[in-house]
């Protein structure tokens, strides 16, 4: 199959180095402590913070540090007849412990001790990408619900597709069978905080498809700032300031 077409549009109609259109909502969850909703192209995630708060299982407290805790779900609808099952199967097991460590590294966990941070990520409309989209969604719900951290982590992911290496890959793409690269990147630090890989690709070509992903990763970082910058001014209006 061809993934890139003579005129060089992608099946989408993306070039290769073209990221799908990205949309955020903070405060979409009114209970929570802090929200958002993000879109990258069809792919639709929500995420939900509550924290810091009390432990829950004092067995798990500790008095150096926050207790972050993550669950990442598939809405029974978000993926048609292909989803298989919305939580608890290996697949969102080990999605929920990605996206926890890559959260667990931009918040100040040592300045709430003795607390538990929950993050609760669900995905309503799945096409490739989620875990991104998730993480993108997770880092603003967590600066909506006002948690100390040391930067803003952003998530992209890049693959290798026909000899061309391709930026945020949707649904069509990913399952072709060709590498994919996730990279979780805190943008201010210039650090790399989480690389997964699927598939198998030319060593030469490994760090150009990541390059490729962190370049995605600073393009959401810049548009999120533009989004908490936005809702800034908003709440200062609404309060009138
Ligand atoms: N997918 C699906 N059903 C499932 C799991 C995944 O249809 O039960 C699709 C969904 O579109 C997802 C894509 O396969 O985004 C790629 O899944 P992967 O495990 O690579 O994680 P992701 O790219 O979403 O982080």
Not at 95 to 102: E, Y
Not at 145 to 167: E, F, H, K, Q
Not at 178 to 196: E, I, N, S, Y
Not at 219 to 235: D, F, H, M, P, S
């Amino acid at each position: 199959m061809e993934f890139v077409n003579p005129e060089g549009l992608r099946l989408d109609g993306r070039r290769p180095m073209e990221m799908r259109q990205l949309r955020a909502e903070i405060g979409a969850v009114a209970r929570a402590d802090g929200s958002a909703v993000f879109e990258m192209g069809n792919t639709k995630v929500i995420a939900a913070v509550y924290g810091p708060r009390e432990v829950q299982n004092k067995s798990q407290q500790s008095n150096d540090q926050a207790l972050v805790r993550c669950e990442y779900t598939m809405a029974n609808f978000s993926t048609g007849d292909r989803k298989r099952k919305p939580k608890g199967d290996r697949r969102s097991t080990e999605i929920s412990l990605v996206i926890r460590q890559t959260m667990e590294a931009c918040i100040l966990t040592h300045l709430m001790p003795r607390s538990q941070i929950d993050i609760y990520v669900q995905v309503l409309q799945a096409d490739g990408g989620t875990r991104s989209a998730c993480i993108n969604a997770a880092t603003l719900a967590l600066a909506d619900a006002g948690i100390p951290m040391r930067d803003l982590v952003t998530s992209c992911s890049a693959g290798y597709l026909n000899s061309t290496p391709l930026l945020d890959l949707n649904y069509l793409e990913d399952s072709a069978g060709g590498a994919d690269v996730t990279v979780g990147f805190l943008p201010k630090l210039d650090r790399v905080t989480l690389l997964q890989m699927d598939a198998k690709l030319p060593v030469d070509i490994v760090e150009n498809v990541m390059q490729l992903a962190i370049e995605g990763c600073k393009a959401i970082a810049t548009y999120i700032r533009e989004v908490l910058l936005e809702n800034t001014k908003q709440l200062e209006y609404r309060r009138g300031l």
